[in-house]
């Protein structure tokens, strides 16, 4: 699978459990640790916890496994690492207290059908 498939599928499956203001920042020509961070939130700690899991199971099924999670226990910040594909999903303040997408204001804001 190529990194915009992958970034797709973690979008449908963060979808799928009701993930809020999804964003989706292209990261590709500024840093090399990723090309894309793909950041949401949600309402409590387990609607938080059940979107990382079916973002784990749906790119599991298809062969792409997670590097590392972090924040899974408290689950106001959860860093998933798919390599090419960061995702963080937040609760509703932690995201507007750490505020990524000022700090990568200088990716590329993208949506799901340019990927």
Known sequence: M????????????????KAEDIRIIDISHISTIA?????ADG??????????????EVLGRQGCHIRQMEGYQNA?????????????????????????????RDGVLIDKESL
């Open 2 to 17: 190529n990194t915009n498939e992958i970034a797709k599928l973690a979008i449908d499956a963060l979808e799928d459990k």
């Open 76 to 104: 106001n910040w959860i860093l998933m690492d798919f390599q090419d594909v960061i995702i963080h999903i937040f609760d509703r303040e932690n995201r507007l207290f750490y505020d990524l997408e000022r700090i990568w």
């Open 35 to 39: 090309d894309y961070f793909i950041i």
């Open 43 to 56: 309402s409590n700690k387990s609607q938080i916890q059940a979107m990382a899991d079916n973002v784990s």
